[in-house]
């Protein structure tokens, strides 16, 4: 094999397929990149077993051929060349010469032929939504995945297409048990009866770095097993998650008809101040004290003392006290777009409904702390 190719090209491509590879590998297969130099370019792959992610990119072709070598250190590499400078890959027996310049580095290689291949299988449903649109889905959702293994079906957000008010929608969903975050935008053609899916909390990440900055449409496809999402050049396929999410709407609160109406930045430099003392002993806690037309924050920590302070706030009952966890009540927080926040209280120890202020597209439920 022997490529010569633009600096920045590789650079790019590079960072979006590096990022998979796993830095500790049981199989030293598995910490390299594929390298397929043909017909005016060169394709890289690189799999964890659970996400492939592949991208070409224009390369001036003096003879094909196709490698493996480590990921993380060629992408190191071309990092620190120079801008806009011109690389060359030649394979030089098991061996790869990467130069540019006076720079030259030789990389061992591994067969090619041992390189896993994730089987995409067959894709029962095809279909293509802006990439705002799944950049926002992700956005108000990722933050409320669990990490906990034993509950392994909550690792992920769940894609699911549903009919509201008689117009299909496209519903991201995503919980931890303790908050739910639950976003939603028009349903694409052809995603009509797609299955419900968990897409892992490492793909959302990777799919999310990919739609940065992006613009234009991403191609989406789903099986039973696995999904496909292809922008521009590069294409990622990943496993998904075998297992049932729960009913959602179970926890979803219905009744709640406490109203608090507050200025989100407010509230959230509030909440950030107050909870300076919380203790993660006590679960970083902040109790809400709410009154006609105020609200008190305040934390008390054992050993480190008290912290309170008050807002001025839209609230009718004459009194009302609640708690949360002050960082899961932030994580809130900061996905709320518009200039208010809206909470819906039933009782101290019910699901909080949190909301925008004239966006119905997103919600949050939050479970209350005893405090």
């Known amino acids: 094999m022997k490529v010569t190719l633009e600096r920045n090209h590789l650079l790019r491509s590079l960072g979006h397929v590096h990022r998979v590879v796993e830095r500790r590998n049981t199989y030293p297969i598995l910490a390299n990149v ?3 130099a043909q017909e005016g370019r060169l394709d890289l792959r690189a799999t964890d077993l659970d996400i492939e992610v592949t991208e070409s990119v224009p390369a001036m072709v003096g003879r094909p051929g196709t490698t493996t070598v480590p990921a993380h250190t060629l992408y190191e590499i071309v ?3 120079s801008d806009g400078a011109e690389v060359r890959l030649e394979t030089e027996g098991e061996q790869m010469l990467v130069s540019s310049g006076r720079s030259r580095f030789h990389l061992s290689c591994l067969s090619p032929d041992s390189f896993p291949d994730l089987k995409s299988g067959v894709f029962t449903h095809q279909f293509s939504v802006p990439a705002a649109n799944l950049r926002e889905l992700i956005e108000r959702t990722q933050f409320a995945i669990s990490n906990e293994e034993t509950r392994y079906y ?5 894609l699911h297409v549903l009919e509201l008010n008689g117009e299909p929608i496209l519903r991201a969903v995503a919980t931890d048990g303790h ?6 935008t028009a349903a694409p053609a052809g995603s009509k ?8 909390k490492k793909t959302v990440s990777e799919v999310q770095k990919l739609l940065d900055g992006a613009e234009g449409d991403v191609a989406v496809e789903v099986s039973e097993t696995k999904i496909r999402f292809s922008l521009g050049a590069v294409v990622l396929l990943s496993k998904l998650i075998e297992g049932t999410f729960p009913d959602y709407d179970r926890v979803t609160p219905k009744n709640n008809d406490k109203q608090l109406l507050v200025d989100k930045a407010t509230f959230a430099t509030a909440v950030d101040r107050v909870s300076t003392i919380a203790s993660d002993r006590g679960g970083k806690a902040v109790k809400l004290t709410l009154g006609a037309g105020q609200l008190e924050l305040s934390v008390t920590n054992p050993d480190h003392g008290t912290a309170s302070e008050e807002l001025a706030v839209e609230f009718e009952p004459d009194s009302f006290e609640i708690g949360f966890n002050a960082r899961y009540l932030l994580d809130i927080i900061a996905q709320i777009r518009s200039e208010n926040a809206i909470f819906l209280f039933n009782d101290s120890g019910s699901p909080t409904l949190v909301k925008e202020s004239g966006d119905a597209r997103a919600l949050y439920v939050l479970m209350p702390m005893r405090v």
């Open 34 to 36: 594929l390298l397929k």
């Open 79 to 81: 990092r620190k060349l």
């Open 179 to 184: 908050r739910m975050a639950r976003a939603e």
């Open 193 to 200: 009866g797609m299955p419900g899916i968990i897409v892992p």
């Open 154 to 158: 909550l690792n992920g957000i769940y």
